[in-house]
């Protein structure tokens, strides 16, 4: 039987560092916000260890998976991991996500960014031009900086955010869980959670 919630020292980390990884109970709640169920074609921008992409492929094996890691240690780290959690099929992209060449790529109606080595704004608005109508965004802000910085791409994006969650986790600092739905009228009803 599968797990329900992968333990984050299952994984292979990068050069042992285990908190470059999404900890598990915020990888839950962030995939649950991309509601993947009903979502064909995922993209895991700054995969890492590969956690979220691994753990949305189990959970939900219709998923087309495509994750993208600058960093050339991702591809080992996601061959490894998905060797030990049986999950053969996500596609990974090693390189800049703003350089790779998307367009033999079918768009994506859900985006995870795990990722963005200070180009937030950048990555957004070519996420939100591949992206089909009516697709999901969620990005963890793990700083007050970065809650502001997504906001404020969500903004030259032409895009808003329709909830953010907060959670706290043990000693870490609190994660915001960003969604932003695209190709959809603001609803007055829309509102904010914390």
Known sequence: SRKFGLPDSAFEHLNGREKMITKMPIRLLSLSMLDLRNRERFWDIGF??????????????????????????????????????????????????????????????????????????????????????????????????????????VRQAGLRISAQTRITIDDFNTITVNVVETGRAPSPTDCRYS
Do not use: W, Y
Request: proline share 3%; aromatic share 6%; charged share 25%.
């Open 48 to 153: 890492c260890t590969g956690s979220v992409s691994i753990e949305a492929k189990l959970l939900f094996p219709h998923l087309h998976i495509t994750s993208f890691e600058i960093r050339e240690e991702g591809r080992k780290l996601m061959t490894e991991n998905c060797r030990r959690f049986g999950t053969p099929g996500i596609e990974a992209i090693i390189g800049d996500f703003l350089s790779v060449d998307l367009s033999a790529l079918e768009a994506p109606d859900a985006v995870f960014i795990g990722g963005h080595g200070g180009k937030l704004v950048e990555i957004l608005l070519r996420v939100s031009q591949k992206m089909k109508a009516n697709g999901i965004i969620v990005f963890n802000s793990v700083s007050e900086e970065s809650k502001a910085l997504f906001e404020e791409a």
